[in-house]
Every structure is written in structure tokens, then in C-alpha cells.
């Protein structure tokens, strides 16, 4: 793979500026996903003590993992992002193909919110599923990924960029159209937040990473438009955190039997349900999920939600 010529407009777009804006708007991620956890533990703190404003916002404890999970991973490609820094590349233009090798590891980290939607629990085998679900992708486009960077050839670029980008666009138009089953509530914009920003954010990734392939043959115009896309791709990593937090207090809800928009909630056993009263209910050990999304029915009891929930 030959690089452009330090006279290629790729060469002046693409560079190391792009891996220090990623490397720092992934610590800033990482830093909001742990102002999140804080807030959360507060929260319960003051529900606890009977705080109702802070009850009607608590998030169930078991999402917890899930919001460790992406923190880590927002730190770790932050990190590597400060070693491709810190590793003299021959041209500019393969730091653009660096960026977007870890920005499709931000794509594969958004999608692990939506896929935990798909299941039928919050609980350890969930999150399990969902890993066993994202990471094969992930590793398989991820070597086409290290195959496009060790020689350009076209025909794996594409390849790259449409195994990267279809699966999860594909299963984010199906969950928002309704025509998989999940938790998501169409009429809640709040459940439904994380999974409308990880569509628009691999729209976005897709768009700079096509405009970025075809940037050196076509001129600086469309290398102009690959970097402000990219730009507008890490502005919205540090959207990310509030709109997992808005999905999960509404799933939370979900689990309570709670929401205007609600048709989830728990089934609670007839020997707890004497000892529990609406969403104030403690932590029960037989709650069961409740009907599909989607197919009508109660909210149940609306327990705490925590019994079979916590992983």
C-alpha cells in the first residue's frame, strides 16, 4: 500500500491531530461513564432515605456491569489511541485508516447497550449473550481491518466497511421499526435514546469512513468532508453516556412496571406478593419477566426489579 504524497490533501487532513482529539474525547467518555455510576450510587443513597424525586430516577444496580464495561472500553481505546500517537506511521492518510480501525471499536462498544435490550433478563447470562453476540463480529472485522492497513487493496476496504457497518445498522432500523422483539417502547423516546444514537453515530462512521477510502483518488474536497465528519463523530462520543442513561432509567421503569408507555414489568409470586407494595417493593427472588414487548399486558407488580436482575 503506497502512501499519498505530502502533496496529497490527504496528507494535511489526516493526522496525528485526529488521534490526540480521539484519545481525549474517549477520556472525557470514560469520565462521564464514571460521573454516571456516581450519580447512580447517590441517587439510591437518597431513595433510601426517602427521597421520592430521587426514587422516581434510581437505576436498577445491575446495569452497573454494563456501564463499568463501556468506561473500560472507553479508556482502553483511548489508550490506544495514545500509543498510534505516540508510533511515527509513514503518511498522514494511515492515520486515518488508524482512526477509523478504533472508531469502529466505539461502534462494537455503543452496540452492546441495544443488543442487552434484546434479551429477555438483566442478569450475568444476559450480559454473557450479549458478548458472545458482539465479540465474533467484531474480531472478524476487525482483521479486515489490520488486512486494509498491512496493504491498501480495495477490494478489503469495502469489505471492511460493509461488514462494519450493515449488521448493526440493520438491527437498529429492525429494533426502532419494532419488527424485533425487545424492550424498547416505541413511544418512549427515553428507552429508545441509546439505540437511535448508535444509528446515527455508525451513519455517521460509515459516511467518513467511505468518504475517507475514496479521499486520495478524488481530491481534497472529499477528504475535507471525511475529516468534519470525523470531527462530528467524536463530538458525539461524549453524547453517548446520556443517552445510555436515559435508556437505562427507562428500562428501569420497564422492570418496575412503571411509565406512561410501559407494558413490561414483573410478574411477582403469590407467597411475595403480600409482603411487596407497587414500584416500592423490595428486592424479590421470584419476580418473573413479564409479557413480550409489544403484546400488551400489565405491568405487574413492579417489584424493585432486583431480585432476578442483578447479574
Not at 66 to 78: D, K
Request: glycine letters at 12%.
Amino acid at each position: 500500500g503506497e502512501c499519498p504524497s505530502p502533496s496529497s490533501p490527504a496528507h494535511y487532513v489526516f493526522g496525528d491531530v485526529f488521534l490526540a482529539a480521539s484519545a481525549a474525547t474517549k477520556l472525557c467518555t470514560a469520565s462521564l461513564f464514571v460521573f454516571v455510576l456516581r450519580r447512580m450510587h447517590r441517587r439510591r443513597l437518597k431513595a433510601a432515605q426517602g427521597d421520592q424525586a430521587a426514587a422516581k430516577r434510581v437505576v436498577l444496580p445491575c446495569f452497573k456491569p454494563l456501564l463499568r464495561t463501556l468506561a473500560t472500553l472507553s479508556l482502553g481505546v483511548a489508550v490506544l489511541h495514545g500509543v498510534l500517537f505516540a508510533t511515527p506511521l509513514r503518511c498522514d492518510f494511515e492515520s486515518f485508516y488508524a482512526v477509523q480501525g478504533l472508531s469502529f471499536l466505539s461502534v462494537a462498544a455503543y452496540a452492546i447497550a441495544p443488543v442487552l435490550l434484546l434479551q429477555r433478563s438483566v442478569s450475568a447470562t444476559a450480559f454473557w449473550r450479549t458478548g458472545f453476540l458482539i465479540a465474533p463480529w467484531a474480531l472478524f472485522c476487525l482483521g479486515l481491518w489490520a488486512l486494509q492497513l498491512a496493504g491498501r487493496q480495495a477490494f478489503v476496504e469495502w469489505l471492511f466497511l460493509a461488514a462494519s457497518v450493515l449488521p448493526p445498522v440493520v438491527l437498529y432500523v429492525l429494533m426502532l421499526s419494532g419488527r424485533v422483539a425487545s424492550r424498547i417502547q416505541l413511544k418512549s423516546s427515553s428507552n429508545k435514546s441509546c439505540v437511535q444514537y448508535a444509528l446515527a453515530y455508525t451513519g455517521v462512521y460509515a459516511c467518513a469512513a467511505v468518504l475517507g477510502t475514496v479521499a486520495a483518488p478524488l481530491g481534497g474536497g472529499v477528504a475535507y468532508g471525511a475529516a468534519a465528519l470525523t470531527c462530528v463523530m467524536l463530538a458525539g462520543n461524549l453524547v453517548f453516556p446520556l443517552a445510555v442513561y436515559r435508556t437505562l432509567l427507562a428500562d428501569t421503569k420497564y422492570w418496575r412496571g412503571l411509565g406512561r408507555h410501559n407494558r413490561g414489568g414483573m410478574r411477582i409470586g403469590a407467597e411475595a406478593r403480600g409482603s411487596a407494595s407497587g414500584g416500592n417493593a423490595a428486592a424479590l427472588g421470584v419476580a418473573e419477566p413479564g409479557p413480550e414487548p409489544g403484546t400488551g399486558g400489565g405491568g405487574g407488580g413492579g417489584g424493585g426489579g432486583e431480585g432476578r436482575g442483578r447479574p
